[in-house]
């Protein structure tokens, strides 16, 4: 699966997909991750990405001309698969793991990273074709929920995590039930600070210990 970020400020994801589910994913070519600096998009000496919006009002706005051009550049290198274009904001529809696993199962994801007061409708109404929102607050820019969303994606793309890894009982995962949280998880020691861990897991029990983690 290829993950395409298109954003002003690509320094922000170095690093960031180095470690852990994502980089075993990269390392063995499951996942592909591209960075897209949007200047590059630009044709003017100063490679200007904003302008101030129509209408007066605070901040300034992402023009149409450079994410148009990112886009269909992108859509170009991409031949057989078909993108799926999503531009993270707080309005859009609020990210669950149920839209994860959809998601997943995409090839190819071109994912615009807002910044300012946001992006030219323009780009909104032709181009885009899912809005996400990491949830009910407003961060400063679409880097960090491009990372989220990614990260959460990876996990699911077949092969990342090993099958005898992978826990269906992880929260919101249970298909016949999404508010299903994950159960209480501890390790050695049996006892510490006088707390100790509960009977049943040290019994050896697994049924026992099926049903009170069923239980909880
Ligand atoms: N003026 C916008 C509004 O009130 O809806 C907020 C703009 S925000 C300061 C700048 C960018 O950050 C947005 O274009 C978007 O890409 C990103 N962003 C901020 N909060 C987000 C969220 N909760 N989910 C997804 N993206 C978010």
Redesign the pocket.
């Known amino acids: 699966m290829t993950f395409n970020i298109i954003t002003i400020f690509p320094f922000m994801f170095d690093g960031i997909f180095d470690f852990g589910v994502v980089a075993k994913g990269v390392k063995s070519d499951l996942l592909k991750i591209n960075i897209h600096n949007l200047r590059d998009f630009t044709h003017d000496k100063h490679k200007i990405v904003d302008d101030r919006p129509f209408g007066g009002g605070a ?1 300034m706005v ?1 023009k149409p001309e450079p994410l148009f051009e990112a886009v269909e550049f992108i859509k170009s290198k991409s031949e057989n698969e078909n993108p799926h274009v999503i ?6 529809k609020k990210l669950t793991q149920e839209k994860c696993e959809q998601l997943s199962k995409m090839e190819n994801l071109i994912i ?8 030219d409708q323009r780009i909104r109404d032709n181009i885009v074709d899912e809005e ?11 880097e960090i ?1 491009a990372m989220t969303l990614i990260d959460a994606i990876s996990r699911l793309v077949p092969g990342v995590i090993k099958n005898e890894e992978f826990n269906d009982s992880e929260s919101f995962s249970n298909k016949n039930d999404r508010t299903k949280l994950d159960y209480k998880v501890y390790t050695r020691p049996e006892e510490f600070r006088g707390h100790k861990v509960p009977e049943v897991l040290l019994s050896g029990n697994h049924a026992e210990i099926k049903k009170a983690r069923e239980e909880k």
């Open positions: 901040g992402l531009y993270l904001t707080p309005q859009g615009i990273c807002g910044r300012y007061e946001g992006i996400i929102s990491v949830g009910d607050y407003v961060l400063s820019g679409g929920p």
